[in-house]
């Protein structure tokens, strides 16, 4: 399990969640997929849509959390046409989510809430 801090913005009340990086496969393999990106005149790093999606279906998996499976199902729809499909199937077959994955993938139009 891997530490995580949140940073609230008192005047938005947005957000940020910060996860100190481990030893776990995917925590590696997902920070060296990270992208730089500039916003709001900073550069800083995002996952990528496909790790996004790998994650939340992992943190689903022991509490089948509906806001996790509802995520990953948004981004899923967003990002359809550009997902490395073959490297989201790697690692939900290895965490278990496959399933759940191609359930969401397969979902016609808008992704639904859960």
């Known amino acids: 399990m891997t530490a995580r801090h949140v940073i609230t913005h008192p005047a938005t009340a947005f957000k940020i969640e910060l996860f100190l990086l ?16 500039h916003l709001e005149g900073c550069s800083t790093y995002l996952p990528t849509a496909e790790d996004v999606i790998i994650q939340k279906l992992r943190w689903s998996r022991g ?25 989201i199937r ?9 399933g759940l994955f191609e359930e969401l993938l397969n979902r016609p139009g808008p992704a639904c809430n859960e």
């Open 22 to 37: 481990t030893d776990d496969p995917h925590d590696q393999s997902r920070f060296a997929r990270r992208q730089r990106v």
């Open 63 to 87: 509490g089948k959390r509906a806001k996790d499976i509802s995520d990953a199902a948004e981004v899923i729809h967003v990002q359809r046409q550009g997902l490395d499909l073959p490297y």
């Open 90 to 98: 790697l690692w939900t077959t290895r965490h278990g989510t496959v």
